[in-house]
């Protein structure tokens, strides 16, 4: 069965960068549409970005479009999104899951195993 692990969140001045982690394990990514979502304090889970399994296929929410990129690893089965030129209003958790179908034309992508979660605060 496969579970999704994320990392690399932190406190981050605005301006600053981070890249998140998504390593899976019980099963291979090579098939898997990847998402990435993300929770501010008291609001919903939006997505961010989305990466098909052959990476042929990337969608970013504009919140983030020419800020974040996301990328895959198939051999490492790891997922990766590269955030830069972070905003206060980035700050949130950020997950990834596996989702049932990565496109333009199906977003926000329908999540159907989340990992945990980790942390991006961004904050002066």
């Known amino acids: 069965q496969l579970q999704l692990v994320e990392s690399g969140g932190d406190l981050v001045q605005p301006g600053g960068s981070l890249r998140l982690s998504c390593a899976a394990s019980?099963?291979?990514?090579?098939?898997?549409?990847i998402g990435w979502f993300r929770q501010a304090p008291g609001k919903g889970r939006e997505g961010v970005s989305c990466?098909?399994?052959?990476?042929?296929?990337?969608v970013y929410a504009d919140s983030v479009k020419g800020r974040f990129t996301v990328s895959r690893d198939n051999l490492e089965d790891t997922a990766l999104l590269q955030m830069s030129s972070l905003k206060l209003e980035d700050t949130a958790v950020y997950y990834c899951?596996?989702?049932?179908?990565?496109?333009?034309?199906?977003?926000?992508?329908?999540?159907?195993?989340w990992g945990q979660g980790t942390q991006v605060t961004v904050s002066s």
């Open positions: 899951a596996a989702v049932d179908y990565c496109s333009v034309y199906t977003w926000p992508p329908v999540p159907n195993t």
């Open positions: 990466i098909s399994s052959s990476g042929g296929r990337i």
């Open positions: 019980g099963s291979t990514l090579d098939y898997v549409d």
